[in-house]
């Protein structure tokens, strides 16, 4: 089956420094990759849509600038967490549409930010 | 408008059944999808309906009816595994996920 690898799985970064999470599509090509962001007890909220070679869309309230998204191959997106504050740590998860109904998740990142 | 709703907590016990509801309202409709959803994991898919029915898939089964934009994902003979959240979503008219928060489902011996 469609299998999206991400890494890392958890970090713990300092306040002020920058994060990258990867998300690779293994066995497929995902020219469509959403990323989430989920807090403690709740939903996953969608932060932002990329598609491959072009601009990433930003749902409302994310901001752009702090969360970089770049989607450069069909195989690999990656979410940057600049300049990250305390309030950014949350449980971050890409997922890949497959076929035209189907969705694949990777396993999530945990971030930490002290 | 869009929203999704599911109750946020549910207690059962094991080796018996629950029924997990979830309404929706969406002007456009492309399926709808039940996630299992471990702490500290991701969503695990369980179940898509796109058509009304009930669609069954070992312990599990997913009922569907657009008309009153209502689903339900059912479990039988529980097992302690099978304590996590339960995350119901609908596509839209852009084939996004629309998701609900999640239904914690306990589980006692």
């Known amino acids: 089956g469609a299998v999206v690898s991400q890494h890392p799985s958890w970090v713990i970064c300092k306040s002020g420094t920058s994060v990258k999470i990867e998300c690779r599509s293994l066995?497929?090509?995902?020219?469509?990759m959403f990323w989430y962001r989920q807090f403690p007890k709740q939903s996953l909220m969608l932060m932002a849509t990329?598609?491959?070679?072009?601009?990433?869309?930003?749902e409302q309230g994310v901001e752009k600038d702090k969360f970089l998204i770049n989607h450069a191959s069909l195989t690999l997106s990656t979410l940057t967490v600049t300049s990250a504050h305390p309030e950014d740590s949350s449980f971050y998860i890409c997922?890949?549409?497959?076929?035209?109904?189907?969705?694949?998740f990777g396993s999530g990142t945990r971030l930490t930010v002290v | 408008g869009q929203n999704i709703d599911q109750p946020t907590e549910m207690t059962a016990t094991e080796g018996a059944i629950v029924q997990i509801n979830c309404t929706y309202q969406?002007?456009?409709?492309?399926?709808l999808f039940w996630y299992q959803q471990h702490a500290g994991e991701a969503p695990t898919f369980l179940s898509y309906?796109?058509l009304d029915g009930l669609e069954e898939k070992g312990r599990f089964s997913s009922f569907l009816s657009r008309s009153k934009g209502y689903s339900y994902l059912l479990l039988k003979e529980l097992q302690m595994k099978d304590s996590a959240s339960y995350l119901c979503?609908?596509?839209?008219?852009?084939?996004?996920?629309?998701w609900g928060a999640g239904t914690k489902l306990i589980i006692k011996p």
């Open positions: 969406t002007s456009g409709f492309n399926g």
């Open positions: 309906n796109v």
């Open positions: 990329s598609n491959e070679g072009s601009k990433a869309t930003y």
């Open positions: 997922s890949a549409r497959v076929g035209d109904t189907g969705y694949t």
């Open positions: 979503a609908f596509m839209d008219s852009n084939y996004q996920l629309i």
């Open positions: 066995d497929f090509q995902a020219t469509t």
